[in-house]
């Protein structure tokens, strides 16, 4: 039995320790990322299962918020893919999660489509859209670098480390893709990127 003041105190613990362990896991990431000792799997798994987990997942955090949340895959995607799910799991959730945080209402969409300039099997492209706080114009780029976030208030308000982006965009790039945003400030983001399977 815990008094309310005990059960506070946990409260603030549990919070902390997964701050550090998010944080720790992060650099660790980047770290092994930087070293050039991340290696992609080729594995064979299912985009459409890998997506709606990782959806699913994160669902409950959209749900508390009020959000919907909602992903939709083209017609012509194939859902038999070979490649790393792991590393593509991984980004999709750091997006997903941003997405999820900064935006207060409205909805998050996930949308899973052949990627229209590569025009061969197997080169997607996804995009995380969102309603949320939006990007200035001037930080579009920056955020994808080590330790940025868009300004000094956002680790205040909403806690992160800066390095989220950063590892998405060296994992995209090691899955043949790139990574960019697009974004209305005060309307909404959507970050695209693309890999090859
Ligand atoms: P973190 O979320 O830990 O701060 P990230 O590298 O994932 O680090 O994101 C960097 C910064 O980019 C965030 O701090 C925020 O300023 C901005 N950002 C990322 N995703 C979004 C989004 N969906 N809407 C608004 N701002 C975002």
Redesign the pocket.
């Given at each position: 039995q815990l008094n309310s003041e005990q059960m506070e105190y946990l409260r603030v613990f549990r919070t902390a320790g997964d701050t550090l362990l998010n944080t720790i896991n992060?650099i660790l990431d980047l770290s092994k990322l930087e070293a050039g000792q991340v290696i992609l799997e080729g594995v064979e798994f299912d985009l459409r299962g890998l997506v709606e987990n990782t959806v699913e997942v994160l669902g409950m955090r959209a749900h508390e918020k009020g959000l919907e949340l909602n992903c939709h895959f083209a017609p012509d995607v194939p859902t038999a893919l070979v490649g790393d799910p792991i590393r593509l799991g991984a980004v999709i959730t750091?997006?997903l999660?941003?997405?999820i945080?900064?935006?207060e209402k409205g909805e998050v969409v996930v949308h899973v489509e052949s990627d229209p300039e590569a025009n061969v099997p197997g080169a997607l492209r996804f995009r995380?859209c969102?309603t949320?706080?939006?990007?200035p114009p001037d930080?579009l780029d920056v955020?994808?670098e080590n330790f940025?976030?868009?300004?000094s208030s956002?680790?205040r308000e909403?806690?992160?480390?800066?390095?989220?982006?950063?590892?998405?965009r060296r994992l995209v790039e090691l899955m043949g893709g790139r990574i960019w945003?697009e974004?209305t400030l005060g309307e909404?983001?959507t970050?695209h990127f693309t890999a090859r399977f």
């Amino acid at each position: 039995q815990l008094n309310s003041e005990q059960m506070e105190y946990l409260r603030v613990f549990r919070t902390a320790g997964d701050t550090l362990l998010n944080t720790i896991n992060d650099i660790l990431d980047l770290s092994k990322l930087e070293a050039g000792q991340v290696i992609l799997e080729g594995v064979e798994f299912d985009l459409r299962g890998l997506v709606e987990n990782t959806v699913e997942v994160l669902g409950m955090r959209a749900h508390e918020k009020g959000l919907e949340l909602n992903c939709h895959f083209a017609p012509d995607v194939p859902t038999a893919l070979v490649g790393d799910p792991i590393r593509l799991g991984a980004v999709i959730t750091n997006l997903l999660g941003n997405a999820i945080k900064f935006t207060e209402k409205g909805e998050v969409v996930v949308h899973v489509e052949s990627d229209p300039e590569a025009n061969v099997p197997g080169a997607l492209r996804f995009r995380v859209c969102d309603t949320g706080i939006g990007i200035p114009p001037d930080k579009l780029d920056v955020i994808f670098e080590n330790f940025v976030q868009a300004d000094s208030s956002i680790t205040r308000e909403y806690g992160g480390s800066g390095l989220g982006l950063t590892i998405s965009r060296r994992l995209v790039e090691l899955m043949g893709g790139r990574i960019w945003v697009e974004s209305t400030l005060g309307e909404g983001s959507t970050f695209h990127f693309t890999a090859r399977f």
